[in-house]
């Protein structure tokens, strides 16, 4: 089954312009600060569990929150490589953009 298309045919640079800026503010660059914040959550998340896993008393417990601290770093690692993918997208967007204001002129 064929997927609905989400906007109306572009008939027009102006109007591709319109559409590649909500792309580059409601999209890429909400998705970036979305992922900023994420990041910083496991960062927060990641000290939590080493000062915790260090403060345990048990080995069980001071494993099982070093493995969730590890988890929260290799989240981090993850997070940092979809944020540097979206940043290359953005600046694809800003070159598209130029290029769709150069028509205008």
Known sequence: MPKERLIAEVKD????KKV???????????TIDTLTNWRGVE???????EELA????GAAARAAYKE?????RRNIEQLVALQSSLERLDRARVQ???LLESLGE
């Open 13 to 16: 640079a102006e109007a591709a």
């Open 20 to 30: 590649e800026e909500a792309v580059k503010t409601g999209y890429l660059e909400a």
């Open 43 to 49: 960062e927060d998340l990641a000290h939590s569990y």
């Open 54 to 57: 260090a403060k345990s008393a």
């Open 68 to 72: 969730l601290g590890d988890g929260s």
């Open 96 to 98: 598209r953009l130029r």
